[in-house]
């Protein structure tokens, strides 16, 4: 059993950054793939980046490269996601998610953290 926890979130103007920390805890935290994804209220989870297991390998949204960053410490079993240059558009509830079932890229991860939000002012 993996447990996430999501930090870092909050309010920043439009153009600012955050950087989102999941801490995750069990036996085999570090070995597992991990992603971010967002929701907006009454629409579909959104993928946003993913990384392997031994952060040699990164993949990113359209709408995030260029913007956002992730990485992970496997000595900490924290996964990051660096937000820079964000846009109001970037507000929404971000989750931290590991072992996916199939592709990075769907939201079909077997271990979620609660979320955290992120409000960007205009």
């Known amino acids: 059993q993996v447990q996430l926890v999501e930090s870092g979130g909050g309010l920043v103007q439009a153009g600012g950054a955050l950087r989102l920390s999941c801490a995750a805890s069990?036996?085999?935290?570090?070995?597992?793939?991990m992603g971010w994804f967002r929701q907006a209220p009454g629409k579909e989870r959104e993928f946003v980046a993913a990384i392997s297991w031994s952060g040699a390998y990164t993949y990113y949204a359209d709408s995030v490269k260029g913007r956002f960053t992730i990485s992970r410490d496997n000595a900490k079993n924290t996964v990051y996601l660096q937000m820079n240059s964000l846009k109001p558009e970037d507000t929404t509830v971000y989750y931290c998610?590991?072992?996916?079932?199939?592709?990075?890229?769907?939201?079909?991860?077997?271990?979620w953290g609660q979320g955290t939000q992120v409000t960007v002012s205009s």
């Open positions: 998610a590991a072992d996916p079932y199939h592709s990075y890229y769907t939201p079909e991860y077997r271990y």
């Open positions: 069990g036996p085999t935290a570090s070995n597992l793939p």
